[in-house]
């Protein structure tokens, strides 16, 4: 997040212009949940569809709640220790005037309270591809409860609040390559250890169900995409929002082509689920990035994940972990990659005057860059790690084989995603009446 | 009385159908049907993950005829199913004790 710019002698007043900007942003930062939903959803099996799409869902429910509590209060509350913030006038967001600016900038805290919300919600779900089609309900909802108390809130103090060590550090962070794709990458790598395999991974084949969904997710994942990374600069007065806004335009583009050719020339076809995964890869990279980089720096970043995202994918089948949608090869990979090249193709002009290799400024930007990225990976992986095995060792983690094989959303929704009984439009199921209630049928006995 | 049956491309359906019609058969049954022969299926790629898709998607054709059109019949399917290509299809007939037309109760011959 952008360092409070605070003219002594000219407090900043409300920007109409830049407010309504924000709850744009926010909205559309909202949106690349759904999005994130369909693009998972249709890359799973038909049985587990619902699931995939719930497991989105309800962090826009559960977080929403947990951020108004004392979410945005750690995250963004006052310092303490570098570690993690806390404000009482922002637990229940009661202490905040609805004309109150926050911290330096020419938009309400509710504003800011609310796009940041979005960053929280959108940040668990990613983790949730990873673990598609065997983890209980009940357990993922848990985890991602107590998983941003104990990680994203601090996390995004560490990168984004003033006074978190990250930030003071100097780690170039823009819009949440560290904080959320790193972050929610290592986390999934740190689950998926605990809770294992999915059965016949590497036997049965687990291809996509409807990439036109896929499609559909990764198209709204970009539109919103927009308010994620040109949003982060709380508005656009002096057109770093507007460079983060064609950077993050620039990079998808270069990202899908690059794991377009990737694959054309490895697998012999230009594939839509690699079109898709690219432009993820490239708004990923782009993500912590796109506020340090030129234009054309951007086109390097965006092809550099892109090929190395479509390369990192694989890996899953070399090294034998379960992630089932790719969450570490395209986020943490992707992550990883925006982050450090900051590094490297910073030019010193855009969101700060730290410049990077290829720019005059050394490899001190890079260090400070590795910092950042190896700090919140390793901390996220081992919290995230412990956190599961916990709730495995209490409510367990996974739904039991059979329901796995069976289809998880029959068990844990009661429902599936789709009605194949042809024959008579329907009559593989039937409608059972709601049981009378205790009183209506007592009366029944009695006549 | 045979039955002939035709494992075929689907998209030969339109061209066997006037074939059939023009040597005067007057119903046919025609059945979704997926399977394999010699060629096997063909390969499909997700994200590097390479899956072999064995049973690809044929049309199975249905048709009751007199004993003496038979042959002649199995010879208009196949020149009008044929492309030339591997996974072209099978054509067989057998024999048929009985046939009945539902509406009129016809049998035999009749029915057809």
Redesign the interface.
Known sequence: MAPAITLAADAPTLSAANTGFMLICSALVLIMTPGLAFFYGGMVRVKSTLNMLMMSFISMGIITILWVLYGFSMAFGTDSGSIVGWSSDFVGLSGIGKMELWDGYTIPIYVFAVFQLMFAIITPALISGALADRVKFTAWSLFIALWATIVYFPVAHWVWGTGGWAFELGVIDFAGGTAVHINAGAAALGVILVIGKRVGFKKDPMRPHSLPLVMLGAGLLWFGWFGFNAGSWLGNDDGVGALMFVNTQIATAAAMLAWLAYEKIRHGAFTTLGAASGAVAGLVAITPSGGAVSPLGAIAVGAIAGVLCAMAVGLKYKFGYDDSLDVVGVHLVGGVAGSLLIGFFATGGGQSDAAGLFYGGGLDQFWKQCAGVFGVLAYSLVASAVLAFLIDKTIGMRVPEDVEVAGIDQEEHAETAYDFSGAGGGAATRTVPPAPVAGAASKKVDA | MKLITAVVKPHRLDEIKEALQAFGVHGLTVTEASGYGRQRGHT????????TVDLVPKIRIEVLVEDDDAEQLLDVIVKAARTGKIGDGKVWSVPVDTAVRVRTGERGPDAL
């Open positions: 499909e790629v997700y994200r590097g993950a390479e899956y």
